[in-house]
């Protein structure tokens, strides 16, 4: 059985950054691609950014060169920095391992104008 626990959510003003933390256990993380998703309030759920076993990444149109996704495998973690955030970045952010289908409780981040 995966775990995820994400945790770095908050309240921010727009221009500022936070930084989103998810740690994976129960399978050996390095083999798999992880990634972050986000919902808004009546939207649906959106892929945010993807970082695969081999470390390449990809990401949404609307944070591209201001979000980046990393990853840890000693420490079983990946990561969203995000900066430059807007208000349209206001969501739950979470953190899913797609092989099985795993997600995490997901964390609240708020972007004030």
């Given at each position: 059985?995966?775990?995820?626990?994400?945790?770095g959510g908050g309240l921010v003003q727009a221009g500022?950054?936070?930084?989103?933390?998810?740690?994976?256990?129960?399978?050996?993380?390095?083999?798999?691609?992880?990634?972050?998703?986000?919902?808004?309030?009546?939207?649906?759920?959106?892929?945010?950014?993807i970082i695969f076993s081999s470390g390449s990444t990809?990401?949404?149109?609307?944070?591209?060169?201001?979000?980046?996704?990393?990853?840890?495998?000693?420490?079983?973690?990946?990561?969203?920095?995000?900066?430059?955030?807007?208000?349209?970045?206001?969501?739950?952010?979470?953190?899913?391992?797609?092989?099985?289908?795993?997600?995490?409780?997901?964390?609240?981040?708020?972007?004030?104008?």
């Open positions: 059985q995966v775990q995820l626990v994400e945790s500022g950054s936070l930084r989103l933390s998810c740690a994976a256990s129960g399978r050996t993380f390095s083999s798999y691609a992880m990634g972050w998703f986000r919902q808004a309030p009546g939207k649906q759920r959106e892929s945010v950014a990809t990401y949404t149109t609307s944070v591209k060169g201001r979000f980046t996704i990393s990853r840890d495998n000693a420490k079983n973690s990946v990561y969203l920095q995000m900066n430059s955030l807007k208000p349209e970045d206001t969501a739950v952010y979470y953190c899913n391992m797609p092989f099985g289908n795993y997600w995490g409780q997901g964390t609240q981040v708020t972007v004030s104008s």
